[in-house]
Structure formats: C-alpha cells, structure tokens
C-alpha cells in the first residue's frame, strides 16, 4: 500500500472542486483494508472513502485525514433457483459496467438504474433510484470492513435501513464501515417496470410493447443522454438536491397557489414533489448562473459548476437557491450530495 502525501482531490470527483488530501491511498484489494486501518489509528487520522466521487463536494481547504480511493473489482454469481441468481459486486467496480455485465447475461433487476455514475460500494450509501426503481429493491446485503475492530460485517437489506435516498451507511455513527461489497438478488425471469413516464413513452415512440432487458438498458442511457450533462465535460454532481418530501396538508396549500404542480406518493400523509419543476415553473431558475455556478439549462436539480469554482461558491450559490425554494414555497430542501471538509 502506497500512501502519498498532499493528494490532489478535484479531479477525483465529478464536480471537480475541492483541494488535497493530507493522506492518500489506493486500495486493489480488500486485505490492504487492514493496513489502511493500522495506518490510519497509528497517526490517528480519520478516513474518508472515496468512490467515483459523484456525490461529494470537497472543500477547497481539502481533507486534513487519510482518503482512501476503492479500486476492488470482481463480479461473482451463484444460482440461488432455477429464476433467481446471487451477484456479489466489489465495492470498486464501476456502477455501470456492473448493469451492463448483468444485462448482458439477461439478469433483470438493475437495468432502470442504468448510466448513473460513481461506483458499487456507493450505491447502498444514498440507495440510488432512478424509473421506478430503487437499488434496496434487489440488495440482499452488504459486506463492511468495520475500521475500529478489523472485522468484516455483513449488513442485512433489513440492517441497511434503506429510505428515499438514504441508509444506515449514511449516519455519522456508521462512518467507521467500508463497504467492501454489494450482493444483489436478481432474476432470470423479466420483471419489466416501464411505467415511469419518460420511460414509457420513449418505448412507445420507439413502437416497443414488450423490451427486452437490453431495450430498457439502450432507452434509459438516451434519455439521461438527453437530459443530464457529461460529467466528462462539466463539472457536476447529478442531482444536487433531494426532492422533497412534504405532508399532504401542505402540498394542497401548494397545489392551491400552483393547480399544475405534479406530486407522488411517499409516506402516509406525505407527498414527493419535484424539485426540478418548482425550480423551473415557480422559480423561473432553469439555466440560472451566477459566476461560476449555475443550474442545469436542460434539468434544474442538477447544479453545474464551471471552471475555476471553489466549494464556497457551490455552497453559496445552494445556499441562495435553497432560500429561494423556500421564500416562494415555504419548502426546505436538503442536498443530496455530501459536503466533505
Ligand atoms: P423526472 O422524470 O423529470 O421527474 C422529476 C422527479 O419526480 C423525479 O426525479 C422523481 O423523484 C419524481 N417522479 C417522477 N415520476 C415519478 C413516479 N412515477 N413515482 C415517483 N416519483 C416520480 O426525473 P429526472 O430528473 O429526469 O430523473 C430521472 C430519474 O433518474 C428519476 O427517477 C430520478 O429519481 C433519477 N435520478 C436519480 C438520482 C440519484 O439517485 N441520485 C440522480 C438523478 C436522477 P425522485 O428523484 O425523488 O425519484
């Protein structure tokens, strides 16, 4: 294990912000987990994983501890029945060359998340969801290095307390767990989920009843093609912000003031409305910039920061939107992504 000092850091995560880490590591395979783990007690620094970086936003004063970048690979099945198989994924591989290898072997349950970015061992963290489907749906568990004992752990999908975009994975009392793996049950048999919007009606321009896994798969990555930015090319971190979550009282208030805000369930009493469409239909902010940062012209919830940005201006520049939000509507919002250092 090679440790190295003073670790750039911006160009290891997707909005491309941030300074150094003090400390840095690459890991290739999970027994080094151990020498990170001594390493880090001995000078006792704390430690930050990183995974494809696409949802943090590191500050530029940087990480004063240990970073630890998860470079694991490997994929290994195991038939559990005649329709359902078990697929370990190593924490490292890349989110979507492990949909596409479970595609391609015609295994259904993880095709509508196709094209979303980071890593697998980022995925249980926010339970990524994305058409209908959220990744809690077909976790049967995950596999953590616990840093303060040196024991690894196995996380029931029950243990993993799974919610909209959150986990047990996600709470400061966790943050000592790497997760080293991820274990899905997916199916040989289709289990098509096609009735979210954009979905079905891109099937339907196509003349498409019945998709086939791969139909689903090829029509999801045009349509986030379509609407999400290259993170190759812009800096960004996907959606910036949670959709919120609000009781039904005050979303009739809402409706009431704006008759064509659309919702969706959530919790008893409570209703999901999208965050892209109050920023763009009662906040008029589709495509707004202000120095450095800005809103994406084609998705509001995705904030885009363009060169040179530091972390104060995205925080600011959120901070602005946010109180916007809430000055118009009387709805908090809350980022998705993590605020690092
Ligand atoms: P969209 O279709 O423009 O809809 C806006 C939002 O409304 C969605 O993000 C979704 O909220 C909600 N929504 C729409 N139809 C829904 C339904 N039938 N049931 C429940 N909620 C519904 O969404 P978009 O921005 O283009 O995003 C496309 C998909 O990618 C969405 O499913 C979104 O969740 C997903 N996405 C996920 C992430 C992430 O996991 N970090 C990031 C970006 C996009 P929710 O996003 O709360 O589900």
């Known amino acids: 294990m090679i440790i190295r000092e003073q670790e750039p850091l911006s160009h290891r995560t997707t909005l491309k912000v941030g300074g150094h880490a003090a400390y840095f590591c690459e890991v290739h395979r999970k027994e080094e987990l151990q020498d990170v783990r001594v390493y880090a007690q001995e000078k006792n620094l704390p430690v930050l994983f990183l995974g494809g970086g696409s949802n943090v936003l590191i500050s530029n004063k940087g990480f004063s501890g240990l970073v630890v970048s998860l470079n694991t690979k490997g994929i290994t099945y195991k038939d559990i029945s005649d329709s359902e198989v078990s697929v370990e994924i190593a924490a490292g591989e890349l989110w979507d060359d492990a949909v596409r290898q479970t595609v391609e072997k015609g295994l259904w349950g993880l095709e509508n998340l196709s094209y979303i970015p980071g890593k697998v061992g980022a995925c249980p963290v926010q339970n990524i969801g994305a058409y209908g489907v959220e990744v809690k ?16 752990e196995l996380y029931s999908n029950a243990d993993c307390a799974f919610g909209y975009r959150d986990s047990v994975f996600k709470k400061s009392t966790h943050k000592h767990l790497c997760i080293v793996s991820v274990t899905f049950t997916l199916s040989r048999i289709p289990k098509r989920k096609i009735d979210y919007k ?3 009606l891109a099937l339907s321009q196509k003349n498409i009843t019945e998709p086939s896994i791969e139909d689903i798969r090829s029509t999801i990555i045009e349509i986030r093609k379509a609407k999400f930015p290259d993170m190759t090319k812009v800096g960004t971190a996907g959606s910036f912000w949670k959709n919120p979550i609000i009781s039904e009282s005050d979303f009739n208030k809402l409706k009431h003031a704006y008759p064509l805000m659309p919702s969706f369930p959530a919790r008893a009493g409570f209703v999901k409305i999208p965050l892209a469409w109050i920023l763009d239909n009662v906040c008029h902010l589709k495509g707004f910039k202000e120095g450095n940062v800005g809103l994406f012209e084609k998705q509001p919830l995705v904030l885009v920061a363009y060169d040179r940005s530091s972390d104060r201006e995205v925080r600011d520049f959120a901070q602005k939107i946010a109180l ?10 809350e980022p998705e992504v993590e605020y690092i250092g």
């Open 198 to 200: 954009d979905v079905s």
């Open 324 to 333: 916007i939000v809430k000055d118009k509507t009387g709805v908090s919002i």
């Open 137 to 152: 749906d077909t976790i049967s568990s995950v596999t953590v290095f616990n840093m303060r004992t040196g024991a690894y």
